[in-house]
């Protein structure tokens, strides 16, 4: 089945600790996103990547960073930098090229982290 | 700065009652404006409205844009539980920046 996977569910983290989140997709898709939804807000972007080795900040990156090694994987690293890390985390991807459906986002299912 | 902003911010409707979802904007290169659903977890993509496309429907869902005026609606007619969501408004400017609103919640009651 095509789509785009995140793990883990959920992810519990200490005080001071770095954590990773996992998204990979196998849609094709060129782009890759990582959102942070916090209650009673929309979806604010953490980081963005339209290629493989390259991606870009988005609103609210402080306190994490990204790697896209691969064209299926965008990990993203909570670093202990983040003082107020705990929300629902969303990794969704596009394909960037094509027809109108390109403009559509395909997303995850999320992980929520929370801090111990 | 771009914004999208939603309205209302929560609903709460009884079955087969009418609702309308409201998004402006103002976003600079704006491209598309897309809906989408979320009931637990991922977002559903509903529908994109572009300068070319300014109205859709689906079912009980519809949607247009005003391009104009910066803003859209959302329209579901007949509602039923299984609407109860987050229904999103994003804005896609550019070639890959997706804009979000806040989002509305609506609850339908049986």
């Known amino acids: 089945d095509g789509g785009i996977t995140q793990s883990p569910k959920y992810l519990f983290r200490k005080e001071g600790q770095n954590v990773t989140l996992s998204c990979e997709q196998n849609?094709?898709?060129?782009?890759m996103y990582w959102y942070r939804q916090d209650p009673g807000q929309g979806l604010r972007l953490i980081y963005y990547?339209?290629?493989?080795?390259?991606?870009q900040k988005g609103d609210i990156a402080e306190g994490y960073s990204v790697s896209r090694e691969k064209k299926e994987s965008f990990p993203l690293t909570v670093t202990s930098a983040q003082k107020n890390p705990t929300a629902f985390y969303l990794c969704?991807?596009?394909?960037?090229?094509?027809?109108?459906?390109?403009?559509?986002?395909?997303f995850g299912p999320g992980t929520r982290l929370l801090v111990l | 700065e771009d914004k999208v902003v939603q309205s209302p911010l929560s609903l709460v409707v009884h079955e087969g009652d009418t609702v309308t979802l409201n998004c402006s904007y103002e976003?600079?290169?704006?491209?598309?404006l897309l809906w989408y659903k979320q009931e637990k977890k991922a977002p559903t993509f509903l529908f994109m409205l572009?300068?070319?496309?300014i109205e859709k429907k689906s079912g009980r869902l519809s949607s247009i844009l005003d391009k104009k005026e910066l803003f859209s609606i959302l329209n579901i007619t007949a509602t039923q539980t299984g609407d109860s969501a987050i229904y999103l408004c994003?804005?896609?400017?550019?070639?890959?920046?997706?804009?979000f609103g806040t989002g509305t919640r609506l609850k339908v009651l049986a």
């Open positions: 969704a991807s596009s394909p960037l090229r094509g027809t109108e459906t390109r403009e559509t986002q395909y």
């Open positions: 849609l094709n898709h060129d782009a």
């Open positions: 990547s339209q290629i493989v080795n390259d991606f």
């Open positions: 976003v600079t290169n704006f491209r598309s």
């Open positions: 572009t300068s070319s496309g």
């Open positions: 994003a804005i896609l400017s550019g070639t890959y920046k997706y804009i």
